[in-house]
């Protein structure tokens, strides 16, 4: 029995495949719709896992609490002999200042990050160097080396050279010398960032003795985060304190608006290809309940029929699953998503550049089969138990 | 017995009359009977068919087919003994236009073991039918008399025991209608049972020992004058 009955089966499936390749201009297009849409939805969702990756390698690396000293809600620098007034707290591993800021370089209409800080300083700054494509981490008396992100290497030029400047606020030109370049793989925190030493900082941007940007504090405990921060804003009046669990919260929030928009964007093509798959595959046209009629003349059954047109949804949607997700998979690998750069990045002159490692969670590809191939044989195969209803004899008359 | 019929009756309504198109009748046939039902438009022939073959259920009444009673048996039952009993000749077109002329001949073997031989059983039976070299013709590109043949070799395609042929030669010219009808009587010596409905008088002379009923109002009569 069951041979032939899977004999059976492969007749059904022949036949399945016959009738798909007798539409193939239909069946061509719901498979390149279903294909685009999950080409869209997979690709979605290897970016935005991408990034929530990168964001906690960026996480990894900010201090656990920032101080940034404001006045009239504007941030203004911060004096260095605010650090002895946090010695008292009890919990403090280091308070490593800081002066960072961004560099508009006019020249090349471009935004960079200048990081000065002693890195050897961080409780971790030795990984830093894992960080690094080539060269070193500067130490901090070595005056006016730098590391650079992949995209300033690229937007000065600094594979052919070695050395470049930038303006000081007076105009005057400071000049540096590239020690080493971050890699790709940390391009999301590093992509457009100069990390110098303090003094180099705080030269480039005219910064007076014993004031800085911000302070990094860094905690024995990461639990006690909260209330050292309660701490020092009770001695420090007047100073912001940034926890990393806030800006966590903040990272948060942005991916959630950007994959939020991503989403809304993504229901409606997905609304309108189920209404697309609805109305190509579902519709009993007088032809189709004619030849419902003949085959159960001929001996078929309904069930027979059901499976016809299930194996039809199957091949159509298994076909458009692993374009779909081949199609994906090449563009977010190779092309760089170049689709939802501006979405998801915003249009920063130094954005495209951006490295991804693209990762596929389990999980998230069975959600996606459940939002495509679930609908879509659900829109196929239910339709198709109207055939049950086509009186067999309904072929006889005229 | 192969066929017998018991009070077989059905009804339409059409526009608040109702059609008697099948009225109390019973009809026993033999195994390598051939019976030809002769009757004006509207009599119900093509109605008496689909009762035999289980395509219309009954208001009242049983078929049974080899003692077996067409709906008491499962949806699958049912159309397992449509597909390997029964060969279906249908009053009008109905080729699926879609798939070529040999394509359309398998369909009945779907289901079956499809022995390697059955592509070879098909072609002859074309060539029995005159229409040999067809196999890759799609329906739109034959005549109407050509699809009829088609469709009658493809009742054939799976030995049934029983051919129920609803007006086969209507659309044929005399010469391939003697074709056919010779075809049918070779068949019928061989031991298939036909049950043919059709307006041509004549046809009962061309077979052996037809038995002929006529229908009028849903009411079949015996042998006929
Ligand atoms: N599905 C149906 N719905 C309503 N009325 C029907 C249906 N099928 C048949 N009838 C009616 O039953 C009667 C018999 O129809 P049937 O098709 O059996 O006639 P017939 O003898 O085959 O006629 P013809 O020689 O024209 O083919 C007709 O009056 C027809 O209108
Ligand atoms: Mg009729």
């Known amino acids: 029995m069951a041979p032939r009955n899977l004999e059976k089966q492969l007749n059904i499936l022949d036949y399945a495949l016959s009738s798909l390749w007798r539409r193939r201009m239909k069946s061509l297009s719901v498979l390149l719709v279903f294909a685009a849409v999950i080409f869209l939805l997979a690709s979605f969702q290897m970016v935005t896992q ?3 990756d990168k964001a906690s390698q960026v996480l990894a690396y900010t201090p656990e609490i920032t101080l940034q000293k404001m006045s009239a809600g504007r941030q203004e620098a911060i004096p260095l002999a605010y650090r002895d007034r946090l010695a008292g707290i009890f919990g403090i591993r280091r308070v490593v200042p800081r002066i960072w800021g961004y560099y508009f370089d006019e020249v090349r209409l471009a935004n960079y990050t200048v990081m000065g800080m002693d890195v050897r300083e961080m409780p971790e700054g030795d990984r830093l160097d894992t960080a690094l494509a080539k060269g070193t981490i500067p130490g901090p008396e070595e005056q006016g080396r730098v590391v650079v992100g992949q995209s300033i290497v690229k937007a000065l030029n600094l594979d052919e050279r070695n050395t470049f400047s930038l303006f000081r606020p007076d105009l005057s030109l400071k000049t540096f010398t590239v020690s080493g370049a971050f890699s790709r793989d940390t391009d999301i925190m590093t992509n457009d960032l100069i990390v110098m030493s303090l003094a180099d900082a705080r030269d480039l941007y005219e910064i007076p003795a014993g004031l800085v940007t911000d302070l990094c504090v860094y905690v024995a405990n990461p639990k006690e985060i909260g209330t050292i921060a309660r701490k020092i804003s009770a001695i420090l009046p007047g100073v912001r304190v940034l926890t990393r669990p806030q800006i966590q919260k903040t990272y948060q929030v942005v991916f959630g608006w950007r994959s939020g928009f991503g989403s809304i964007c993504l229901l409606a093509a997905l609304a309108s290809f189920v209404i697309l798959a609805w109305d190509k595959a579902s519709g009993l046209s007088p032809e189709e309940r004619r030849e419902i009629s003949i085959l159960k003349v001929l001996g078929w059954e309904t069930s027979d029929i ?17 374009v779909g997700m081949t199609a994906a998979y090449i563009h977010v690998v190779y092309f760089a998503a170049f689709l939802f750069r501006p979405v998801l990045m915003g249009w ?9 490692v693209p990762r596929m969670a389990v999980g ?16 196929t195969v239910i339709p198709a138990w109207r055939s049950a209803t086509v009186p067999a004899d309904s072929a006889l008359g005229g | 017995m192969i066929i017998e019929c018991k009070n077989l009756t059905k009804s339409y309504a059409v526009e608040n009359t109702m059609v008697h198109a099948a009225d109390t009748v019973n009809l026993s046939v033999n195994k390598g009977d051939f019976l030809v039902i002769l009757g004006h438009s509207g009599s119900g022939k093509t109605t008496l068919l689909s009762l035999i073959g289980g395509l219309t259920s009954p208001d009242k009444g049983q078929v049974f087919i080899d003692g077996v009673e067409n709906w008491q048996q499962s949806d699958r039952a049912l159309s397992t003994m449509r597909n390997s009993k029964i060969g279906f000749i249908f009053q009008f077109a109905s080729l699926i236009p879609t798939l070529s002329i040999m394509e359309n001949i398998l369909l009945p073997l779907s289901f079956g073991e499809n022995p390697a ?3 070879d059983l098909a072609l002859d039976i074309l060539d ?5 070299d067809k196999g890759k013709a799609f329906p739109s590109q ?21 051919i129920l042929a609803d007006e086969p030669t209507g659309d044929l010219d005399e010469e391939t209608e003697r074709d056919i009808l010779a075809l049918f009587r070779r068949y019928n010596e061989q031991g298939t049972t036909f049950v043919v409905v059709t307006h041509n008088s004549d046809l009962a002379a061309t077979q052996k020992d037809a038995r002929v009923f006529s229908m009028r109002q849903g009411v079949l009569s015996g042998q006929a004058a």
């Not at chain 1, 059901?306 to 699953?321: M, N, T, Y």
């Not at chain 2, 109407?144 to 009742?155: C, D, E, H, L, P």
């Open chain 1, 348 to 356: 920063s002159v130094l954005r495209p550049d951006l490295h991804l």
């Open chain 1, 306 to 322: 059901l499976a016809v047109r299930f194996w039809e949804s199957v091949i159509v949607s298994g076909l458009a699953c692993i």
């Open chain 1, 50 to 52: 991408a990034l929530t």
């Open chain 2, 128 to 132: 029995q039918v005159g229409l040999a």
């Open chain 2, 117 to 119: 031989g059955s592509r």
């Open chain 1, 364 to 379: 998230n590809i069975l959600l996606i089969l459940a939002f495509t191939v679930v609908p879509y044989l659900a829109a």
């Open chain 2, 142 to 162: 034959l005549s109407g008399g050509q699809q009829r043949r088609v469709a009658i070799a493809r009742s054939f395609i799976n030995c049934p025991d029983i």
